[in-house]
Nanobody
């Protein structure tokens, strides 16, 4: 069993940056692929990227020029660095953990989810 908790969200002006953290409790964090999703108002959950146990990362084309994913297995923490934010990035951001060996964009592949953290970007 893994419990996840995101932090680092908040209000930022357009063009600014935020770094989200996702702390995991439980065992074997280093074996899980950690993913980041977001949910815009009135929309479904959108996959942003993931980082597997080896540190292989994948980011979707829509954010790969502005976002970065990393993890620190010693701290049981995954990160989402977001730069050049725009109002269109306003959403609830979720981290998720799953046993897939390579990053996967399907939410169904991730068994554990955090409660989410709100990111609001003002124009």
């Amino acid at each position: 069993q893994v419990q996840l908790l995101e932090s680092g969200g908040g209000l930022v002006q357009a063009g600014g940056s935020l770094r989200l953290s996702c702390v995991a409790s439980g065992r074997a964090f280093n074996l899980y692929t950690m993913a980041w999703f977001r949910q815009l108002p009135g929309k479904g959950r959108e996959f942003l990227g993931a980082c597997n146990w080896r540190g292989d990362t994948y980011l979707t084309d829509s954010v790969k020029c502005r976002f970065a994913i990393s993890r620190d297995n010693a701290k049981n923490t995954a990160y989402l660095q977001m730069n050049s934010l725009t109002p269109e990035d306003t959403a609830v951001y979720y981290c998720a953990a799953g046993g897939v060996r390579t990053p996967d964009n399907s939410a169904a592949k991730y068994a554990y989810w955090g409660p989410g953290t709100q990111v609001t970007v003002s124009s």
